[in-house]
């Protein structure tokens, strides 16, 4: 292109995979006029799974926005439109997901990919900045500014907060950095509602006459959908055991101070989640899929490790790849990571593929046990219950002793009686008695 020519290129929404069709714009971070850089993060969105920031594949000017907060979007069509000209950020050779004028959009193989982490290399951009004046290959008044108030600031897990309220965040005020809108400062102004609401029909009471629609959307339209799925397609059974994990309570007062484990938040989940693990190499069938297109069964030999997290955005669940070449230190951290980033709502796609085998505590809940259902296209899910100081037979005597109840729920395509009552058993003997983590092994 020669040198101060200029053109028009419109970013496409792209694939972001598992056979995701769309997803919802939640915030932009550029405006009109604005100068952005190659792979500087322009947009966040969110797909049936996670929200996910992405970055422009090119350098040049923010000429249009084409799409609104809270739109969803097709993949394919286009999210913004930009002038891209030579200069010191700007990549010419850089192929566009699709250019204005061209013939057709770049073939797949060669399209270059916009998730975080993955797009072209380049130095990282400057700052952004206004500009202003005319821009670059065009004649005539500068570009407008963005008219009407600027859209407030806020995290996308607070957004989705806000909306789930029904509280418009121009009405809060933000004491985060730079005016941010926490969620502190969302429950503040919910309480403060709440406080001066008429009380003949205070906030979130009971009323025969009102009710209140929420469109099921995002994170929560998708595991609606995998619930309904896994129930029709899988025969589900359930089994219980009740443990005496005294023992682990111990063991896991001396780990937390243990140096090895610096950074990482041991729990019973965390054992029992290393049980697993290598009780799932005793008993494959557990950690297996069925093919309905082939009429196969397979069998992973290596365990994706899935946590179910309640995150702001509804339930996911991330998983540890590979877990089974991990030390019990390492996917202690590991876990802690994972389950804190789903809370923040920063799951990456990939975290959210590939699972082969679940873990859900609902002792957190303080519920003693429940019947987990199934993840869509794994056998089976483990439940841990809540750990209640209960009169339990100890050496003879009836003693004060930590008890909780795991629920192992089971595909009986896959997995028979006898396969899911041995894993369970094994599981329940590690939490018993730790020391048989090394038989394991």
Known sequence: MPAGVSDVRHFLLPDLGEGLTE????????????????????????????????????AGTVVELLAEPGQTVEVGAPLIAVEAGTGPTASPTTPDSATEGSPAAAPADERVSVLVGY??????????????????????????????????????????????QGVDLADVTGHGPGGVITRDDLAAHVAAASATAPATAPTGALDPNRET??????????????????????????????????PTSELIERLRANRHFEGARVTHLTLAARAAVLT?????????????????????????????????????????????????????????????????AKS?????????????????????????????????ILALGAVQRRPWEYEGAVALRDVAVLSLAFDHRLVDGQAASLFLATVGEVLADPTNLLALS
């Open 119 to 164: 797009g072209p290399s380049a130095p990282p951009p400057s700052r952004r900045r206004r500009k202003s004046g005319t821009r670059r290959g065009h004649t005539g008044a500068p570009a407008a500014p963005p008219t009407g108030p600027s859209r407030p600031l806020a995290a996308p897990p607070v957004r989705f907060m806000a909306r789930q």
């Open 23 to 58: 997803a919802e714009v939640v915030a932009w971070h550029v405006a009109v006029g604005d100068e952005i850089g190659l792979n500087q993060v322009i947009v966040e969105v969110e797909t049936e799974k996670a929200v996910v920031e992405l970055p422009s594949p090119f």
């Open 213 to 246: 629609r929420t469109p099921v959307r995002g994170v929560q339209k998708h595991m609606a959908e995998a619930m309904v799925r896994s129930v029709a397609t899988a025969p589900q059974a359930c089994v219980f055991l009740s443990v005496d994990v005294t």
């Open 280 to 344: 799932l190499g005793r008993h494959p069938a557990l950690n297996s899929s069925w093919d309905e297109a082939t009429g196969e069964v397979v069998t992973k030999h290596y365990v994706n490790l899935g946590v179910a997290v309640a995150g702001p955005l509804g339930l996911v669940v991330p998983n540890v790849k590979d877990a089974q070449s991990l030390a019990l230190p390492d996917l202690a951290r590991a876990l802690t990571e994972l389950t804190e980033r789903a809370r923040a």
């Open 348 to 380: 990456t796609p990939e975290e959210l593929r590939g699972g082969t085998f679940t873990l859900t505590n609902v002792g957190v809940f303080g519920v003693d046990a429940g019947v987990p259902i199934l993840n869509p296209g794994e056998a089976a």
